[in-house]
């Protein structure tokens, strides 16, 4: 008799989001209130705001959450938690209570996009201003 290998499916994957690039999907059902993935420190680090200059400066000021001090960006650019690419609404289906966690705010279908409030992560931190401007152009 073969032995069945237990297969985990993922819930979320990368597909194109009309009108905002790359969106973060739902492969399968996820319930209100299921916790959606955990990024640890690991996945970030922080950019003081005297140190971003040149090209980095650009990418902490679109792409960073900032707070008074400086920026959070992706560690690796390359290598990017799926988290880095929610896209904001003002009626999210993804809740971030802390950094470090994101939850369900209501049951998502199969298929359907993830969003998150940029303006609600984390107690302290906001996305920059320019790239919240830019996301609410399009």
Known sequence: MKKR????????????????????????????????????????RFVKKKDATGKL?????HFGIWDDDGYHIPRDWHRMCISWYLNHSDTPNVGNPDTESAYALRDIRPGEELFIDYDEIGSKSIVSKDFRRSIKRR
């Open 57 to 61: 400066k650009s990418l902490c000021q």
């Open 5 to 44: 290998l237990a297969v985990r499916l993922p819930k979320l994957y990368l597909a194109p989001s009309p009108g905002k690039g790359i969106g973060v999907f739902a492969f399968r059902r996820i319930r209100k209130g299921e916790q959606l993935n955990d990024w640890t420190n690991d996945d970030w």
